[in-house]
Protein backbone atom coordinates (compact mmCIF):
# COMPACT_ATOMS: atom_id res chain seq x y z
CA UNK A 1 0.00 0.00 0.00
CA UNK A 2 1.34 3.34 -0.86
CA UNK A 3 1.80 5.96 1.63
CA UNK A 4 1.78 9.41 0.44
CA UNK A 5 2.08 13.38 1.43
CA UNK A 6 0.73 16.13 -0.24
CA UNK A 7 1.38 19.50 0.26
CA UNK A 8 0.02 23.00 -0.48
CA UNK A 9 2.27 25.50 0.29
CA UNK A 10 1.91 29.44 0.35
CA UNK A 11 4.17 31.70 1.77
CA UNK A 12 2.27 32.36 4.91
CA UNK A 13 0.65 28.81 5.48
CA UNK A 14 1.11 24.85 4.35
CA UNK A 15 -1.46 22.33 4.17
CA UNK A 16 -0.30 18.68 4.54
CA UNK A 17 -2.63 16.02 3.71
CA UNK A 18 -1.01 12.41 5.34
CA UNK A 19 -2.94 9.42 3.18
CA UNK A 20 -1.99 5.86 4.77
CA UNK A 21 -3.88 3.08 4.15
CA UNK A 22 -6.62 5.09 2.78
CA UNK A 23 -6.75 7.17 5.89
CA UNK A 24 -6.31 10.87 5.74
CA UNK A 25 -4.81 12.89 7.94
CA UNK A 26 -4.24 16.75 7.89
CA UNK A 27 -2.19 18.86 9.46
CA UNK A 28 -0.66 22.76 8.86
CA UNK A 29 2.30 24.14 9.10
CA UNK A 30 3.94 27.96 8.57
CA UNK A 31 4.15 28.27 4.87
CA UNK A 32 7.52 26.66 3.28
CA UNK A 33 9.00 29.52 0.90
CA UNK A 34 12.54 28.64 -0.34
CA UNK A 35 13.07 32.38 -0.90
CA UNK A 36 12.54 32.88 3.05
CA UNK A 37 13.63 29.47 4.87
CA UNK A 38 17.26 27.48 4.25
CA UNK A 39 17.33 23.91 3.37
CA UNK A 40 18.07 23.38 7.29
CA UNK A 41 15.27 25.37 8.18
CA UNK A 42 12.77 23.82 6.13
CA UNK A 43 14.01 20.38 7.60
CA UNK A 44 13.42 21.39 11.03
CA UNK A 45 10.03 22.30 10.34
CA UNK A 46 9.45 19.34 8.66
CA UNK A 47 10.78 16.89 11.49
CA UNK A 48 8.82 19.33 14.30
CA UNK A 49 5.49 18.84 12.51
CA UNK A 50 5.53 14.43 11.46
CA UNK A 51 8.63 13.03 13.30
CA UNK A 52 6.03 12.43 16.73
CA UNK A 53 2.76 11.89 14.26
CA UNK A 54 3.82 9.31 11.48
CA UNK A 55 6.68 7.21 10.95
CA UNK A 56 8.50 9.10 8.16
CA UNK A 57 10.57 6.05 6.91
CA UNK A 58 6.93 4.43 5.88
CA UNK A 59 6.61 7.45 3.13
CA UNK A 60 6.44 6.48 -0.53
CA UNK A 61 5.83 9.88 -1.77
CA UNK A 62 6.10 13.36 -1.15
CA UNK A 63 3.81 15.62 -3.67
CA UNK A 64 4.71 19.08 -3.34
CA UNK A 65 3.39 21.98 -4.68
CA UNK A 66 4.12 25.82 -4.05
CA UNK A 67 4.99 29.09 -5.08
CA UNK A 68 8.26 30.38 -5.79
CA UNK A 69 9.41 26.35 -7.76
CA UNK A 70 9.55 27.67 -10.77
CA UNK A 71 13.18 28.95 -9.58
CA UNK A 72 15.84 26.06 -10.24
CA UNK A 73 18.05 26.70 -6.83
CA UNK A 74 14.14 26.95 -5.03
CA UNK A 75 13.49 23.44 -5.73
CA UNK A 76 16.60 21.74 -5.28
CA UNK A 77 17.16 23.36 -1.88
CA UNK A 78 13.35 22.05 -0.65
CA UNK A 79 14.23 18.82 -2.46
CA UNK A 80 17.84 18.56 -0.42
CA UNK A 81 15.16 19.55 2.88
CA UNK A 82 12.58 16.72 2.44
CA UNK A 83 15.03 14.17 1.25
CA UNK A 84 16.42 14.94 4.85
CA UNK A 85 12.98 13.61 6.46
CA UNK A 86 11.46 11.52 4.08
CA UNK A 87 14.06 9.04 3.35
CA UNK A 88 12.49 6.82 1.51
CA UNK A 89 10.27 8.77 -0.82
CA UNK A 90 10.12 9.83 -4.12
CA UNK A 91 9.67 13.50 -4.73
CA UNK A 92 7.37 15.03 -7.08
CA UNK A 93 7.79 19.02 -6.82
CA UNK A 94 5.53 21.24 -8.56
CA UNK A 95 4.15 25.20 -9.14
CA UNK A 96 1.31 26.44 -7.18
CA UNK A 97 -0.42 26.62 -11.00
CA UNK A 98 0.39 22.91 -11.73
CA UNK A 99 -1.23 21.99 -8.41
CA UNK A 100 -4.43 24.32 -9.48
CA UNK A 101 -4.39 22.43 -12.59
CA UNK A 102 -4.33 18.79 -11.89
CA UNK A 103 -6.40 19.76 -8.90
CA UNK A 104 -9.16 21.37 -11.18
CA UNK A 105 -8.66 19.68 -14.84
CA UNK A 106 -7.34 16.06 -13.52
CA UNK A 107 -6.07 14.85 -16.87
CA UNK A 108 -7.94 16.68 -19.56
CA UNK A 109 -6.95 19.71 -21.11
CA UNK A 110 -8.08 23.29 -19.65
CA UNK A 111 -7.34 26.86 -18.03
CA UNK A 112 -5.94 26.99 -14.61
CA UNK A 113 -6.36 30.19 -12.94
CA UNK A 114 -5.10 31.13 -9.42
CA UNK A 115 -6.92 34.29 -7.86
CA UNK A 116 -5.24 34.46 -4.18
CA UNK A 117 -2.98 36.88 -2.85
CA UNK A 118 -1.61 37.13 -6.14
CA UNK A 119 -2.79 35.54 -9.67
CA UNK A 120 -1.42 33.31 -12.68
CA UNK A 121 -2.74 31.65 -15.22
CA UNK A 122 -1.90 28.85 -17.68
CA UNK A 123 -3.42 26.40 -20.40
CA UNK A 124 -2.61 22.88 -19.09
CA UNK A 125 -2.79 20.18 -21.43
CA UNK A 126 -3.70 17.06 -19.67
CA UNK A 127 0.08 16.18 -18.79
CA UNK A 128 2.29 20.26 -18.28
CA UNK A 129 1.62 23.92 -18.19
CA UNK A 130 1.86 24.21 -22.34
CA UNK A 131 1.33 28.10 -22.30
CA UNK A 132 1.71 30.29 -18.79
CA UNK A 133 0.70 33.87 -18.82
CA UNK A 134 2.93 35.04 -16.90
CA UNK A 135 2.36 37.76 -14.34
CA UNK A 136 4.53 40.70 -13.48
CA UNK A 137 4.09 40.89 -9.82
CA UNK A 138 1.50 43.03 -7.40
CA UNK A 139 3.49 45.99 -8.52
CA UNK A 140 3.02 46.04 -12.41
CA UNK A 141 0.62 43.42 -12.56
CA UNK A 142 -1.56 40.05 -10.29
CA UNK A 143 -4.41 41.61 -11.97
CA UNK A 144 -7.73 40.14 -10.17
CA UNK A 145 -5.98 39.30 -7.13
CA UNK A 146 -6.38 39.72 -3.57
CA UNK A 147 -3.26 42.45 -3.89
CA UNK A 148 -4.82 44.21 -6.87
CA UNK A 149 -8.37 44.64 -5.34
CA UNK A 150 -7.34 45.87 -2.01
CA UNK A 151 -4.69 48.32 -3.83
CA UNK A 152 -7.99 49.75 -5.34
CA UNK A 153 -9.59 50.02 -2.25
CA UNK A 154 -6.72 51.81 -0.49
CA UNK A 155 -6.52 53.99 -3.54
CA UNK A 156 -10.46 55.16 -2.80
CA UNK A 157 -9.59 55.53 0.45
CA UNK A 158 -6.64 57.69 0.11
CA UNK A 159 -7.66 59.75 -2.51
CA UNK A 160 -11.09 60.18 -0.86
CA UNK A 161 -13.09 58.68 -3.60
CA UNK A 162 -15.24 56.62 -1.68
CA UNK A 163 -18.43 58.32 -1.04
CA UNK A 164 -19.33 59.24 3.02
CA UNK A 165 -20.97 55.77 3.33
CA UNK A 166 -17.95 53.70 2.45
CA UNK A 167 -14.87 56.58 4.01
CA UNK A 168 -17.00 55.78 7.33
CA UNK A 169 -16.87 52.21 7.30
CA UNK A 170 -13.55 51.57 6.47
CA UNK A 171 -12.29 54.36 9.20
CA UNK A 172 -14.82 52.35 11.52
CA UNK A 173 -12.84 48.89 11.04
CA UNK A 174 -9.33 49.89 10.35
CA UNK A 175 -8.51 53.02 12.26
CA UNK A 176 -5.71 53.41 9.49
CA UNK A 177 -4.58 56.96 8.87
CA UNK A 178 -2.45 58.01 5.91
CA UNK A 179 1.19 57.75 6.79
CA UNK A 180 0.37 54.33 8.44
CA UNK A 181 -0.72 52.42 5.32
CA UNK A 182 2.48 54.13 3.53
CA UNK A 183 5.01 53.03 6.04
CA UNK A 184 2.96 49.41 5.62
CA UNK A 185 3.41 49.07 2.06
CA UNK A 186 6.82 50.83 1.85
CA UNK A 187 8.66 50.44 5.09
CA UNK A 188 7.71 46.85 5.95
CA UNK A 189 7.92 42.96 4.74
CA UNK A 190 5.27 41.53 2.84
CA UNK A 191 3.31 44.41 1.10
CA UNK A 192 1.38 42.61 -1.39
CA UNK A 193 -0.05 40.05 1.64
CA UNK A 194 -0.98 43.83 3.53
CA UNK A 195 -2.57 44.65 0.36
CA UNK A 196 -4.44 41.86 -0.26
CA UNK A 197 -6.15 41.94 3.65
CA UNK A 198 -8.06 44.64 1.95
CA UNK A 199 -9.82 42.80 -0.10
CA UNK A 200 -12.20 41.82 2.59
CA UNK A 201 -13.82 45.33 2.60
CA UNK A 202 -15.04 44.42 -0.52
CA UNK A 203 -16.92 41.15 0.45
CA UNK A 204 -18.10 43.09 3.52
CA UNK A 205 -19.95 45.58 1.42
CA UNK A 206 -21.39 44.29 -1.57
CA UNK A 207 -24.07 45.50 -3.20
CA UNK A 208 -22.77 49.34 -3.05
CA UNK A 209 -21.91 50.34 -6.36
CA UNK A 210 -18.21 51.41 -5.46
CA UNK A 211 -17.79 48.07 -4.01
CA UNK A 212 -19.21 46.52 -7.31
CA UNK A 213 -16.92 48.81 -9.93
CA UNK A 214 -13.59 47.56 -8.11
CA UNK A 215 -14.85 44.17 -8.17
CA UNK A 216 -16.10 44.02 -11.86
CA UNK A 217 -13.14 46.28 -13.42
CA UNK A 218 -10.09 44.23 -11.52
CA UNK A 219 -11.78 40.81 -12.31
CA UNK A 220 -12.21 42.07 -15.66
CA UNK A 221 -8.53 43.31 -15.82
CA UNK A 222 -7.59 39.53 -15.53
CA UNK A 223 -9.55 38.05 -18.33
CA UNK A 224 -8.79 40.76 -20.83
CA UNK A 225 -5.04 40.51 -19.68
CA UNK A 226 -4.24 37.24 -19.26
CA UNK A 227 -7.25 34.95 -20.19
CA UNK A 228 -7.92 37.11 -23.80
CA UNK A 229 -4.44 35.97 -24.68
CA UNK A 230 -4.75 32.48 -24.64
CA UNK A 231 -6.55 31.08 -27.81
CA UNK A 232 -7.34 28.10 -25.47
CA UNK A 233 -9.72 29.82 -23.73
CA UNK A 234 -12.29 29.76 -26.35
CA UNK A 235 -12.00 25.81 -26.30
CA UNK A 236 -11.42 24.56 -23.46
CA UNK A 237 -12.97 25.19 -19.40
CA UNK A 238 -11.73 27.71 -17.68
CA UNK A 239 -10.69 27.03 -13.81
CA UNK A 240 -10.69 28.88 -10.42
CA UNK A 241 -9.08 28.28 -7.66
CA UNK A 242 -7.93 30.93 -4.80
CA UNK A 243 -9.77 33.04 -1.95
CA UNK A 244 -10.49 35.72 -4.32
CA UNK A 245 -12.09 33.53 -7.58
CA UNK A 246 -14.46 31.61 -4.62
CA UNK A 247 -15.35 35.12 -2.85
CA UNK A 248 -16.23 36.80 -6.29
CA UNK A 249 -17.50 34.10 -8.31
CA UNK A 250 -20.82 35.59 -8.94
CA UNK A 251 -18.34 38.05 -11.26
CA UNK A 252 -16.72 35.33 -12.49
CA UNK A 253 -19.23 33.53 -13.78
CA UNK A 254 -21.27 37.13 -15.42
CA UNK A 255 -17.90 37.67 -16.50
CA UNK A 256 -16.80 34.25 -18.64
CA UNK A 257 -20.95 35.32 -20.18
CA UNK A 258 -19.63 38.68 -21.70
CA UNK A 259 -16.35 36.69 -23.00
CA UNK A 260 -18.43 33.80 -24.09
CA UNK A 261 -15.71 31.17 -22.05
CA UNK A 262 -16.87 28.15 -20.91
CA UNK A 263 -16.58 28.17 -16.96
CA UNK A 264 -15.29 25.50 -15.17
CA UNK A 265 -14.75 25.07 -11.45
CA UNK A 266 -14.64 27.58 -9.10
CA UNK A 267 -12.84 26.13 -5.26
CA UNK A 268 -10.95 27.87 -2.76
CA UNK A 269 -8.29 25.24 -2.34
CA UNK A 270 -6.63 22.92 -5.06
CA UNK A 271 -6.47 20.24 -1.96
CA UNK A 272 -9.79 18.28 -2.16
CA UNK A 273 -9.12 18.28 -5.91
CA UNK A 274 -5.11 17.18 -5.43
CA UNK A 275 -6.35 14.16 -3.19
CA UNK A 276 -8.25 12.70 -5.75
CA UNK A 277 -5.63 13.31 -8.71
CA UNK A 278 -3.13 11.31 -6.71
CA UNK A 279 -5.65 8.81 -5.91
CA UNK A 280 -6.31 8.14 -9.55
CA UNK A 281 -2.51 7.97 -10.15
CA UNK A 282 -0.93 6.02 -8.05
Known sequence: MKNYIIADSGATKCQWTIVQNNKK?????????????????????LVKAFSKKINVE????????????????????????????FKN?????????????????QKN?????ILGTGSNTGYYNGKIIAKNSPGLGYVLGDEGSGAYLG???LQYFLYKTFDEELMLCFEKKYHLNRS????????????NKYLASFAMFLSEHRGHY?????????????????LNKLNESWLHPIHFIGSVA???????????????????KITKSPMEGLIAYHKNNK
Open 89 to 105: ATLDIQTDLVAAARATC
Open 25 to 45: QSISTIGISPYFLSTDEIAAI
Open 246 to 264: YAFRDVIKQLALVYEMELG
Open 58 to 85: KINAVYFYGTGLSNLDNVISLKKALKLV
Open 109 to 113: KGIAC
Open 210 to 226: MIENIIEDGLNDFFYTH
Open 151 to 153: KKV
Open 180 to 191: EILNKIYQEPFP
